[in-house]
């Protein structure tokens, strides 16, 4: 049996995944071999995964829950280790987005991340105060691999509604905006996308303040998260929820149609060619 090692639950996802293994393996007065035998695997497996040696994955999350008679907990705590190195106040969010079936996101200021190119996400990395060039391309490699749910099998249906300002608001080259707004036409093509525009005439709505992002599963919104600064926050409060997601029906009234939305960005190519 591998030498116990302390754990801090805060240090890391996967340290919370180990100690809360560790805790319901104790009880259930399990050995680190009895509980491998129910899972299937080596005990010598579960003891690296408990003294973070191995990372847990899919399967073995799964094969926890149902050794240990749990309803998905351990698997909810896996998926977060797959988000070890981002930012803390941006974790709980990307755990969320992951479950979700349907998005709905609201940007008055620049392309939502889940639609940004990788050069323009650089760019944008880039202004942060103090980051050093390895910072940039962590946070731009995680970035990247979030925006894999708009091509799961089981990607959700997601609606973007963005300002007028986000297309013609120059981040980085214009040869970097060019590709950016070329991105946007093409993930528009996707079935389970929709691109929408406020457009400048619109005067004042209830989006001014800010951009925010409104997450719903089987039909029921559960989670959301609002743009802040230096941070963003999760929200799991359903009457904020709720609130916001009646806001984002407002804006959204506001947009052009899908259609003429495509056009305009069409429009603003042509110009910067």
């Not at 708009?150 to 970097?176: K, M, Q, Y």
């Not at 619109?202 to 989670?223: D, K, M, T, Y």
Request: glycine share 6%; hydrophobic share 40%.
């Amino acid at each position: 049996m591998s030498p116990r090692k302390e754990l801090d639950p805060n240090e890391s996802p996967r340290a919370l995944f180990a100690a809360e293994l560790r805790r319901y393996r104790h009880a259930a007065r399990l050995s680190q071999k009895a509980l491998a035998s129910r899972m299937g695997y080596s005990d010598s497996l579960v003891a690296m995964v408990e003294t973070l040696t191995r990372s847990p994955t899919d399967d073995f999350a799964k094969a926890c829950d149902k050794a240990l008679c749990l309803d998905g907990t351990m698997y909810g705590l896996y998926v977060a280790t797959r988000w070890d190195k981002a930012q803390a106040h941006l974790r709980p969010w990307l755990v969320e987005e992951e479950e979700a079936h349907v998005l709905r996101s609201w940007e008055p200021s620049i392309v939502p991340g889940l639609l940004q190119t990788e050069a323009y996400a650089r760019a944008m990395f880039m202004t942060a105060p103090g980051l050093t060039s390895e910072q940039v391309e962590e946070r731009l490699a995680g970035r990247m691999r979030r925006q894999s749910i708009l091509h799961r099998a089981d990607a959700p249906l997601v609606t973007f509604v963005i300002d007028e300002g986000v297309i013609r608001r120059r981040v980085g080259s214009a040869e970097i905006m060019r590709e950016q707004l070329g991105f946007l036409l093409d993930v528009a093509q996707h079935r389970n996308v929709t691109l929408q525009i406020v457009l400048h005439d619109a005067g004042e709505h209830c989006g001014l303040a800010g951009g925010f992002i409104v997450a719903e599963r089987n039909g029921s919104v559960f989670a959301a998260y609002t743009d802040a600064q230096p941070n963003g926050r999760t929200i799991d409060d359903r009457r904020v929820i709720a609130e916001l997601a009646a806001r984002y029906d407002a804006i959204r009234s506001e947009a052009l149609p899908f259609k003429q939305s495509l056009r305009l960005i069409e429009e603003v190519v042509n110009q910067s060619g």
